[in-house]
């Protein structure tokens, strides 16, 4: 099994769109990151656990699921940086991958030594945007495999007979 760690607030200032609404809705860039992802995980089918600083986000340390993603806000006086070490390592073992996206170079450091695999936050923009179109593309697909006819019909009488039969004659 593979598991994916994000740096949440590294993926906020690196990727575009989130950069951009960060400045003026932290929390719905928040929101927009576990979006993201959850359509990313429900696509790659591994388990995706993002971490939030706490310093962000004051009070104590809590954990929820949204989607299919495991949210963690890190405790007041820890970062997501110290999470995410610890994490790669109490789950990285011989049935399980561990990858971890940030683009922190001193994390990356450390998460080699404990036999983590390392995404930068332009990789994983870059694969989710992958993932994205080759969703879209499977959804084409099906709805042109769904709209296929064993009878020929020219394309208005088709599309005609489909408006009859949704009843929007």
Same mark, same amino acid.
């Given at each position: 099994m593979n598991i994916l760690l994000v740096d949440g607030y590294n993926m906020i200032g690196a990727w575009?769109?989130? #950069?951009? /609404?960060?400045?003026h809705d932290l929390s719905g860039a928040r929101d927009l990151l576990i979006g993201? /992802?959850?359509e990313y995980q429900s696509y790659r089918g591994e388990r995706v656990i993002v971490v939030f600083d706490a310093y962000?986000?004051?009070g104590m340390e809590r954990k929820q699921q949204s989607a299919k993603i495991e949210v963690i806000y890190t405790k007041e006086n820890e970062t997501a940086d110290e999470r995410i070490e610890k994490l790669s390592g109490e789950l990285n073992d011989v049935r399980t991958k561990v990858y971890v996206a940030t683009s922190?170079?001193?994390q990356q450091r450390v998460i080699f030594? $404990?036999?983590?695999y390392r995404i930068s936050a332009r990789e994983l923009y870059i694969d989710i945007g992958n993932a994205r179109k080759a969703i879209e593309e499977d959804?084409?697909?099906?709805? #042109? #495999?769904t709209k296929a006819s064993k009878? $020929? /019909?020219?394309?208005?009488v088709r599309d005609a007979f489909e408006k009859w039969r949704r009843g929007n004659h």
């Open positions: 575009p769109e989130l #950069k951009e /609404l960060r400045d993201m /992802l959850a962000h986000v004051r922190d170079y001193a030594a $404990q036999g983590a959804v084409s697909e099906r709805t #042109k #495999k009878i $020929q /019909l020219k394309e208005e």
